[in-house]
């Protein structure tokens, strides 16, 4: 179901009856990809202070009031948008939609707020200095995709203490708005009364232009980060299909062949046989017109050149073929995951926000799984021919640099 407003608000529904409850997305095209170079974490800083006081609610009152209607919430910055979830009772959504209209719209973005909003923004970039594998793939995303693609969500420590309230201010007013706009709503209600809630809550908002982004591709293809450690930290960057190709169910399948769960590839290959490392996994990762098969892996030092090219080798087989009980082990994934987002409300708003942001519609479940069903080995195989997994982009973190031989971007 697709209800648009006249402001260019878009606002998606499933129903889901066998539950008693019901999930919102709030996303807003307000990403990290539109802050300013030397204000790196404008986003991230402007979300934070968003909930810091709105309508006649200060901070502490927000929190309250969504405690006492029972709601669970949260939110996150990434490179397009902002996106905001709650979920709650179904009976309580008119009460929850009032809030979130006044976060978004109303918001007070206070001064004497600002300085505890950044405060939360750099503890968030300390812990991920603290955290070798999400700093390898924070520079590893900075190095492989175009510039701004790439940016780390919070910043930098050296930007964050640059951005002043009136960074977040213009910010706010420039990218909170509903031109681009999309909103989800998944569970048990009412599509017509929900329709009226959003028309009476965010009708009235004043679009304005959407904001372009130049990209300029990237020129770097290796980066160390020297660390005194006994362990090495790897994360390696393969091109492929975004979600929105044809292609992409087939790109998909051979990621998670590669670096999903314990019967794949690189865990089977390059741990268990090897003994090479303790951790080797790999994901798809999407936005909408780049996508790469992530891959990472934790060792010794001493072993991180033999794991970085042992995990090489891998990629390279992968891109001779699958086998079909591989290819059926991967349907049997998906299905499993299907149902589960059957069976929350949260997951499957946030999923209608991501269909939409790279579809222009709604996938529905029952398409993704018969989809699943008709991927043939053939398919996957011939897809891996046309579009073989080479590596692009390596990162290593540890006390020495490797040997890598990749080609430029």
Not at 293 to 319: P, S
Request: hydrophobic content about 40%.
């Amino acid at each position: 179901m697709v209800h648009r407003l006249d402001n260019g608000l878009v606002l998606l529904g499933e129903e889901m009856p066998q539950l008693g409850s019901v999930a919102c997305a709030f996303w807003l095209p307000a990403g990290c990809q539109y802050d300013s170079p030397d204000r790196l974490g404008t986003a991230e800083l402007t979300c934070e202070l968003v909930f810091r006081g709105a309508g006649s609610r200060d901070s502490q009152q927000l929190i309250t009031a969504l405690d006492a209607l029972g709601a669970q919430y949260g939110e996150s910055v990434g490179t397009a948008g902002t996106q905001w979830g709650v979920s709650m009772l179904t009976q309580v959504l008119p009460e929850v939609v009032a809030i979130y209209a006044d976060i978004l719209r109303r918001p007070w973005l206070p001064e004497e707020k600002l300085e505890q909003a950044r405060e939360v923004v750099l503890q968030e970039l300390r812990a991920v200095e603290d955290d070798p594998a999400q700093k390898v793939f924070e520079e590893l995303k900075r190095i492989y995709y175009p510039e701004p693609l790439g940016r780390p969500v919070y910043g930098t420590l050296e930007s964050v203490p640059r951005i002043t309230l009136e960074d977040v201010r213009a910010f706010y007013q420039r990218h909170y708005q509903p031109q681009g706009a999309i909103f989800s709503i998944a569970g048990r209600f009412d599509w017509a009364q929900v329709c009226q809630l959003f028309e009476q809550h965010f009708a009235s908002w004043e679009p304005t232009s959407p904001s372009q982004v130049a990209v300029q591709p990237r020129q770097q293809n290796y980066c160390h980060l020297t660390v005194q450690s006994h362990q090495t930290h790897i994360a390696v960057a393969l091109p492929t299909v975004p979600y929105r190709d044809d292609g992409y169910f087939a790109a998909a399948a051979a990621a998670n062949v590669l670096g999903r769960g314990m019967s794949s590839r690189l865990f089977t290959q390059v741990r268990e046989r090897r003994g090479l490392c303790y951790a080797v996994w790999a994901t798809y990762h999407t936005l909408r017109d780049h996508a790469a098969v992530l891959c990472y892996a934790g060792t010794t030092a001493a072993r991180a050149q033999q794991t970085l090219d042992a995990m090489l080798e891998e990629i390279q087989r992968l891109n001779q073929g699958i086998t079909a009980e591989e290819l059926q082990r991967v349907k049997a994934q998906v299905k499993s995951r299907l149902v589960m987002q059957q069976e929350s409300s949260g997951s499957r708003a946030a999923a209608l926000v991501g269909d939409y942001y790279h579809l222009g519609r709604v996938r529905p479940l029952e398409e993704v799984a018969q989809r699943m069903d008709l991927l043939t080995l053939e398919e996957v195989n011939q897809h891996l021919q046309r579009f073989p997994l080479q590596p692009q982009a390596v990162v290593t973190l540890g006390p020495e640099p490797l040997e890598v031989n990749l080609a430029v971007p």
